[in-house]
């Protein structure tokens, strides 16, 4: 079997901390159809507990673009499928996981499918205005603020700042704060990818 995946972005991320923002903004800016899968590691259980579809297609302009999926579409039959572009998330993993991590050693394709070319995004947004959103979410988190939240930010900065390498060495490394704030950057950030610029999807 060929490549299934023209492009594949697996975007690495602390929940709350801009990661969503980042890959709708390089959804916008693909030029092809999107299909997108949210935080990878939890799909399988909220299938099955609340009926959740398993892929979604992203927004423009109160409209939607990207792909049409059956509601009972399966991650085989998505993996069988063309994508033009896959961006899949990774919200609040253990960054020195990955390398005993299956889904990272060969296991995505199986449930992806494979990919032509494939980019590693690191995000990570302010501690401040993180740890303020986590504060306003769910109680569950709140509750982790200080015996998760704070020490796992700490673990993605030092990865963003190349302290560790526990993401591959080409990982496109996102300040969402210079993201949000500087065109020059996020053009620097959407040349990575090999994508035309736009401000479509900007907050």
Known sequence: ??????????????????????????????????FFLNNIFSKPKKVRRRREKIF??????????????????TYHEVAEMHKPVLIYNVENFELDRIVDEPLFRGGAETLLGS???????????????????VRRGKKRWQRRLNTFYREHWKTYAKELLGETSYLPEDTVKVNYNEWFLSEDYRREVVARFGF????????
């Open 1 to 34: 079997m060929g490549h299934r995946n023209d492009i594949e972005i697996r975007v690495f991320h602390v929940k709350r901390g801009g990661g969503h923002a980042i890959m709708n903004w390089l959804g916008h800016s693909a030029g092809a159809p999107v």
């Open 196 to 203: 035309e610029y736009t401000e479509r999807g900007l907050l």
């Open 115 to 133: 990919s032509a070319k494939r980019f590693t995004v690191l995000v990570l947004r302010d501690a401040f205005n993180t740890f303020a959103s």
């Open 56 to 73: 979604q297609r992203l927004i423009e302009d109160g409209g939607t673009y990207g792909v049409d999926l059956e509601p009972s579409a």
